[in-house]
C-alpha cells in the first residue's frame, strides 16, 4: 500500500462546479498535512495547510479527519484557472523527518 | 515570482560532463531540499539539508553531490549522469525540517536533460 493516496483523476468538471478530492495515509505517526498546486511544468506551491479542525481559504475547504487518516480539498465555483495537479502531501518523523508526496490528481475545469 | 531562486532553468549535459545546480533563498529557512521530479510524476526526495548539515540522503547514486555551503545556498553538483537522469530538479527550503506545519516554498526548477 503506498504511504499517500490519492484519488488517480483525471477529474473534468465545468466551470462552476464543485470538485472534492480525497486522499488516505498509512502512518499513524503521520505529523502535518498540505495540499500543493501544480501547474504543467511548473514548481508545486504551497495551497493549504490541513488542520484537524478543518481550514477554509475563499472558495478552497481543507479537511483531516485523523482517526480515519484521511485528507480532503473541496473546491466550490470551479475556475478555468484552477485547472492543475492538486498534490497531498504529509510528514512524518521516522527517526528523520520526511515529507511524502503523494501522486496527484489532475482537474481539467472547462468553460 | 518565486522566493526560492534556481539557476540555471534549462540544462543539457553530456554523459561526461561535470556541471552544478544552484538554489538560493534569503527567507532564513533552515531547511533545504533537493528533489529531483519526473514527468506525469511527483517530486521524489533526494537529500534534506537541516541547518546547513545533510540529515537525509535518500540513497541516491553518487554522482549527484549535495553541498550546502551557507544557510541561503544549496549545490547539487553532477557528474557521469545517465539519460535517465533527465528531470526537473527542484530546490525548496521550509523553516525547519522538523514538521514546523509551514510547508515548503519551491524553486521554479532546473529542466536537466543528459544527452
Not at chain 1, 30 to 56: A, I, T
Not at chain 1, 90 to 111: E, P, Q, W, Y
Not at chain 2, 9 to 34: D, F
Amino acid at each position: 500500500r503506498k504511504e499517500v493516496e490519492q484519488d488517480p483523476g483525471p477529474f473534468n468538471v465545468p466551470e462552476g462546479a464543485t470538485v472534492a478530492f480525497n486522499c488516505t495515509y498509512s502512518n499513524s505517526a503521520s505529523q502535518s498535512f498540505f495540499w500543493y498546486r501544480q501547474d504543467c511544468r511548473k514548481e508545486p506551491k504551497l495551497l493549504m495547510s490541513v488542520y484537524s479542525s478543518g481550514n477554509e481559504d475563499g472558495r478552497f475547504t481543507a479537511q483531516l479527519n485523523r482517526a480515519s487518516q484521511y485528507i480532503s480539498l473541496l473546491i466550490r465555483d470551479s475556475k478555468l484557472s484552477d485547472s492543475a495537479t492538486y498534490l497531498c502531501v504529509v510528514s512524518l518523523n521516522t527517526g528523520g523527518f520526511k515529507t511524502i508526496f503523494g501522486a496527484g490528481t489532475r482537474l481539467f475545469v472547462k468553460a | 515570482d518565486t522566493e526560492v531562486t534556481q539557476t540555471p532553468k534549462h540544462l543539457v549535459m553530456g554523459m561526461t560532463n561535470k556541471k552544478s545546480l544552484k538554489c538560493e533563498q534569503h527567507m532564513g529557512h533552515r531547511a533545504m531540499y533537493w528533489y529531483k521530479q519526473k514527468a506525469k510524476k511527483p517530486p521524489e526526495l533526494m537529500f534534506v539539508y537541516s541547518y546547513e548539515k545533510l540529515s537525509i540522503n535518500e540513497s541516491v547514486p553518487s554522482r549527484f553531490s549535495p553541498e550546502c555551503p551557507n544557510s541561503s545556498l544549496l549545490n547539487l553538483h553532477l557528474h557521469a549522469l545517465q539519460p535517465e537522469d533527465s528531470a526537473l530538479y527542484l530546490c525548496a527550503s521550509s523553516q525547519d525540517s522538523q514538521g514546523s506545519g509551514y510547508g515548503y516554498t519551491f524553486g521554479s526548477g532546473t529542466r536537466l536533460t543528459v544527452v
